[in-house]
């Protein structure tokens, strides 16, 4: 399937949980459910799941971004859901969820989130999740479940992986909210800019991203996420070997060429 269908297709989804659009390799994904703070409901998590899974592999594909229509990027699990629902449907959520949030480092193209308001709980899950995230200065980021006697176990899973221990503590025993300049200081977010440079500040990142060859940071992003859990000298082990195959890529060839030659690279992406 190619991406032209993929956007006929999606587009015309009937829930509108989501809108999608993809333009010149960068597919847009957008939470649309403000009534309901985009909460990631489990009929959220499948329409998630088939706009950033699907067409993964495509080699048209380079970058998938995921933003949000109203003032929260999304509140987390819906809580009401939650409540109402049997032990066996709770499971099928959180397994979906785990599947969402650990698929996103396997996607071979680079993830943007991108926060313009609050990102809670498994929201705030999500962010933590994706490769790259950019908020604007008004943004904010809490992991608040104790608040309601539901901790935020799953959520402080991906956030302690992002930020220093103490910070992850202070956001899930306290649920108080990491404003943005913090945010970035503690390395949950990438980048901050002010709410009215936030596409100008996306769209330089995606730039960035398209002028390299997919293949190759499909290769990196991979070997990036494996190395993490390694020791640093198995890490070494592994990442010389990667670099060595790198290397003998027709990518390689070309960019150290076009490097030498001063001009733009012209990448195959395979």
Not at 183 to 189: D, K
Request: charged share 25%; glycine share 6%; proline share 3%.
């Amino acid at each position: 399937m190619v991406l032209s269908s993929f956007l006929i297709r999606r587009c015309s989804n009937l829930s509108n949980l989501t809108i999608v659009s993809v333009d010149k390799g960068v597919k847009r994904i957008t939470l649309n459910n403000p009534k309901k703070r985009n909460a990631l409901s489990s009929a959220m998590l499948d329409q998630l799941e088939r706009d950033i899974f699907d067409d993964a592999q495509d080699v048209n594909l380079r970058c998938i971004v995921l933003q949000s229509n109203g003032p929260v990027f999304s509140s987390g699990h819906d809580l009401k859901e939650l409540y109402n629902c049997d032990q066996k449907t709770r499971e099928e959520i959180f397994k979906k969820c785990s599947e969402v949030m650990v698929g996103i480092r396997n996607v071979p193209v680079p993830v943007i989130a991108v926060v313009n308001g609050l990102a809670a709980a498994a929201g705030c899950q999500l962010v933590a999740s994706c490769d790259i995230s950019i908020a604007s200065s008004k943004s904010q980021f809490s992991t608040p479940g104790a608040s309601v006697g539901l901790f935020c176990s799953t959520p402080g899973i991906a956030v302690s992986r992002n930020v220093p221990l103490k910070i992850a503590s202070y956001m899930l025993l306290t649920g108080n909210n990491l404003i943005a300049k913090d945010a970035i200081q503690a390395g949950l977010i990438s980048r901050m800019v002010e709410e009215q440079e936030l596409e100008t500040e996306t769209e330089k990142v995606i730039h960035s991203i398209l002028s390299k060859s997919r293949s190759v940071l499909a290769l990196g992003k991979k070997f990036f996420y494996s190395q993490l859990d390694k020791s640093i000298e198995e890490a070494y082990s592994l990442g010389s070997n990667v670099m060595v195959k790198n290397l003998s890529h027709k990518e390689a060839k070309e960019g150290i060429e076009a490097f030498f030659e001063k001009r733009v690279p012209n990448w195959t992406h395979d």
